[in-house]
């Protein structure tokens, strides 16, 4: 099964805005915190959101997280705590 370009263009994106975005709440932050900057960088740049956004946001959180299941290899990303998040 070929894997879909789109996807990982999409989520490595997503994972440029949350970087963007946790750099400017101060390194760390609450999820919900996190959603609304990372809307905010979707509007500057002028995107339409994913339909399911904020599971857009957490599974792109869980791939670059070196504590999730889900990690791929690239640690970006760390939970501290129940819905917190900080960039490595």
Do not use: H
């Not at 994106?13 to 959603?35: D, M, N």
């Amino acid at each position: 099964m070929a894997k879909n370009p789109e996807k990982k263009t999409e989520t490595r994106y997503v994972a440029a805005q949350l970087i963007k975005s946790l750099k400017k709440l101060g390194g760390k932050a609450s999820i919900p915190e996190i959603y609304e900057e990372v809307k905010r960088l979707y509007k500057a740049d002028r995107r339409d959101l994913p339909a399911s956004f904020e599971a857009v946001v957490r599974r792109t959180l869980q791939i670059y997280c070196p504590q999730s299941k889900q990690f791929r290899g690239e640690g970006l990303f760390q939970k501290t705590a129940r819905g917190f998040w900080k960039e490595l």
